[in-house]
C-alpha cells in the first residue's frame, strides 16, 4: 500500500500465473476456455497442460454445463471467459448445472469492469458481480492485486464448492507486500483509521489509498477495507468498523445495484447503522475510452471518493 | 432381463408414473410414458450400476436433459433399488426428494439438476470428457427430448462432443413429436434430424423407441463405435401405452384424473 502509485502485473496475469502453479499441483485441476485464452491467460496452463486443457470454442453455455459435468467426477475445473459474457451469457447454466448441484467449479471472468476500456459496453462486466452474488452457495471474489490474485486463485482450488472470481485487463497498483495472509471471507485492512471507512476492492483500493492520503492532509483520518471477497462478505470487520469510524463509504468498480456497496450496506443497515456514501458506476452503460478517462466520467476516482468521504461525514 | 421381463418392467413403471402423478395432480405423464422403454433398458439391462452404491466411481451415468420426464426416472431408481417405491407417491410434495425435475444431491441416482432445458448434453459431455482423462471405462447416456433439440446449447454440446471424439457418449432424442404449444413440426420443424446430427459429426442411429429388441441393439452398436459419440433418435408416442393419453398434447404436463387413472392402469396391466 503506498500513497504513490506503484504499477504491478495485470489480476488477469496473475491469475494465468497461479494456474499453472496449481496445475503443478494437483492433477485434478482443469481449464476450460471459450477461445479468449490469450486474453484471460488460461493460455498459460494451456500451453503446459494440453491434456487437461479445452478450448470449447465461442459456446459458453455449453462450458459451463460441460465443466458442471467435469466437476461432478472429481475434477476441478476452472472455466475463464471476459466476465461479460462468463456471467451474463451463462446465466442460466450457472444456476442450474453448478449452483444447484453446488459443484465445485470455479468461474474466472477477465477483463471486468469498465477498466476494459476501448472494447466499449459490450465487453465490459458491470453486473458480473450482483448475478454472482444472487446465486445461492457462490463464493464471489474481486482481488486487487497480483499477490492477492495468486493468493486467492490457490484458496478457491481449496474451496469445495462454486466460486467467480473477477479479473482485470489493465496492470494493477501494487497494494500488498509479500507475506501478507489471505483468507476467503476475511478482509484485509489496507490502511487504519478512525474517522471513517472506505471499503473497496478491485482497482478502487488504489484509489481507496490515494483518497485517503488527500484526507489525511486535511486531518481525516481514513480507514482503507479491501473487501476482496464480497460473498461470504466479512460482517465483523463492517460491524467494528462502523463501530470505531462512525461512518463508511465503499467503492466498486460496478453498478451500484447489487455489488460490494450492497452487501456493505446490507450488513450496515441491519447490524451497526451509520452514515454511508456509495461509489460506483450509477444505472448506465460506459462507453469507449481509456480506463482513466473512463474511471473519470464515471466518477471512479479518488478524487470522488474524498467528495463522498465529505458528504458522510457531515452526515455522521 | 429378457424380453419378457423388459416388457413387465415397463409397465410397472407406467403404472407407477400415472400413479404418482395422480397422487399430486401434477407433472409431466406424457413424456414420461414415451421415455420409459429406453429408460427401463438402461435401468434393468444396458448399465452397469448399483444402487447399494450410488456414487460408485465407475458406474455408468444417466442424465435425463429432459427433466420433466422424472417420473420415468424415480420409478426406475425405485424399482433397481436406489429407495422404497413407496416413495414414489411422495413426487413433488413438500419435503420429499422427489422434486418436480431432478436435483442432484436429494435423490440418490440423480446425476444432474436438470428441467431447464438444453444443459443436460452438455453436462454429460464434462462426464465423459472426465472419463477419457481418467482412462475409465464407464459411459454416459443422455435423454434429449425433441422440442429440447430447439436450444441452441444442444447443438453446442454436439459440436464440442464430437470434436472431443466422445465415443463413450450416447445421447437418446426421445422424439415423441410433441412440446407443450403442440406438434413440433408446427412450432419448430426439427427435421431432418438425423441428417444434422450426423453432419455433427455423430453415429447417428434411427430406431421405433418401444422396441426393446430395436433400443437394445442401438446400445450395443453405440458401445462398439469407435472415434465419436453416438445418438439414437427414438421415434417414440407421447403418452404410450394409455390409449387416450397418446399422441394427445393434452398430457404433456397434466395428470389423469382419479376416474382416467383407473382406465389408464387397466391398460397398463394391473
Known amino acids: ?316 | 432381463m429378457d424380453i419378457n421381463q423388459l416388457t413387465k418392467t415397463a409397465q410397472a413403471i407406467r403404472r407407477d408414473i400415472i400413479k404418482m402423478t395422480t397422487e399430486v395432480n401434477s407433472g409431466h405423464p406424457g413424456g414420461s410414458l414415451s421415455a420409459t422403454d429406453i429408460i427401463t433398458v438402461l435401468y434393468f439391462m444396458a448399465m452397469r450400476h448399483d444402487p447399494k452404491n450410488a456414487g460408485w466411481p465407475d458406474r455408468d451415468r444417466f442424465i435425463l436433459s429432459k427433466g420433466h420426464a422424472a417420473p420415468a426416472l424415480y420409478s426406475a431408481l425405485a424399482r433397481s433399488g436406489y429407495f422404497p417405491v413407496e416413495q414414489l407417491l411422495t413426487l413433488r410434495k413438500f419435503g420429499s426428494p422427489l422434486q418436480g425435475h431432478p436435483e442432484m444431491g436429494k435423490l440418490p441416482g440423480v446425476e444432474a439438476s436438470t428441467g431447464s432445458l438444453g444443459q443436460g448434453l452438455s453436462i454429460a459431455s464434462g462426464i465423459a470428457l472426465a472419463g477419457k482423462l481418467d482412462n475409465k471405462d464407464y459411459r454416459t447416456y443422455v435423454m434429449i427430448g425433441d422440442g429440447e433439440s430447439e436450444e441452441g446449447q444442444i447443438w453446442e454440446a454436439a459440436m464440442s462432443s464430437a470434436y472431443y471424439r466422445l465415443d463413450n457418449l450416447t445421447a437418446f432424442i426421445d422424439y415423441n413429436s410433441i412440446q407443450l404449444d403442440g406438434w413440433i413440426r408446427d412450432i419448430m420443424e426439427l427435421e431432418p434430424i438425423v441428417d444434422k446430427w450426423k453432419s455433427f459429426g455423430w453415429h447417428v442411429i434411427d430406431i421405433d423407441g418401444h422396441n426393446f429388441n430395436q433400443i437394445i441393439k442401438a446400445i450395443d452398436e453405440a458401445k462398439a463405435t469407435n472415434g465419436k459419440p453416438t445418438v439414437i433418435v427414438a421415434r417414440t408416442i407421447k403418452g404410450k401405452g394409455v390409449s387416450f393419453m397418446e399422441n394427445n398434447v393434452e398430457f404433456h404436463g397434466m395428470a389423469a384424473t382419479r376416474d382416467q387413472m383407473a382406465i389408464a392402469l387397466r391398460e397398463l396391466g394391473e
Do not use: W
Not at chain 1, 500500500?1 to 485434478?28: H, Q, W
Open chain 1, 1 to 316: 500500500m503506498s500513497c504513490k502509485r506503484i504499477y504491478g502485473m495485470a489480476t488477469r496475469d496473475a491469475y494465468g500465473k497461479a494456474l499453472v502453479e496449481l496445475g503443478r499441483e494437483n492433477p485434478a485441476i482443469v481449464a476450460l476456455d471459450a477461445d479468449l485464452s490469450k486474453s484471460t491467460k488460461s493460455v498459460l496452463f494451456a500451453k503446459e497442460f494440453k491434456d487437461r486443457f479445452f478450448n470449447m470454442g465461442i459456446a459458453e453455455a455449453n462450458m459451463v454445463s460441460t465443466a458442471a459435468g467435469l466437476a461432478s467426477c472429481g475434477k476441478i475445473p476452472f472455466v475463464s471467459s471476459f466476465a461479460s459474457f462468463l456471467m451474463c451469457k451463462t446465466f442460466d447454466q450457472l444456476r442450474m448445472s453448478v449452483a444447484n448441484p453446488h459443484l465445485n467449479v470455479k468461474l474466472v471472468g477477465s477483463h471486468g469492469g469498465i477498466s476494459i476500456g476501448e472494447d466499449g459496453a459490450s465487453q465490459m462486466a458491470v453486473e458480473d458481480i450482483a448475478l454472482a452474488c444472487s446465486l445461492p452457495g457462490f463464493v464471489v471474489l474481486v482481488p486487487a492485486d497480483e499477490l492477492s490474485t495468486m493468493a486467492l486463485v490457490k484458496l478457491a482450488a481449496q474451496h469445495k464448492g462454486p466460486v467467480y472470481m473477477r479479473t482485470g485487463r489493465p496492470k494493477a497498483p501494487v497494494i500488498y507486500q509479500q507475506g501478507t495472509d489471505f483468507k476467503i471471507g476475511r478482509a484485509n485492512i489496507v490502511r487504519e483509521g478512525i474517522d471513517v471507512t472506505v471499503i473497496a476492492n478491485g482497482l478502487m483500493v488504489q484509489e481507496a489509498v490515494e483518497a485517503a492520503c488527500a484526507c489525511s492532509e486535511r486531518g481525516i483520518d481514513v480507514r482503507v477495507i479491501d473487501m476482496h471477497t464480497v460473498k461470504p462478505i466479512d460482517k465483523d470487520v463492517i460491524v467494528q468498523s462502523a463501530q470505531t469510524t462512525g461512518a463508511i463509504v465503499t467503492a466498486e468498480e460496478h453498478l451500484l445495484a447489487g455489488g460490494l456497496g450492497a452487501a456493505v450496506a446490507q450488513v450496515v443497515s441491519e447490524q451497526c447503522p451509520v452514515p454511508m456514501g456509495f461509489v460506483g458506476v450509477n444505472d448506465t452503460y460506459a462507453e469507449s475510452g481509456t480506463p482513466d478517462e473512463l474511471f473519470r466520467k464515471y466518477g471512479l476516482t479518488a478524487d470522488n471518493i474524498v467528495r463522498k468521504i465529505e458528504e458522510v461525514l457531515k452526515r455522521k
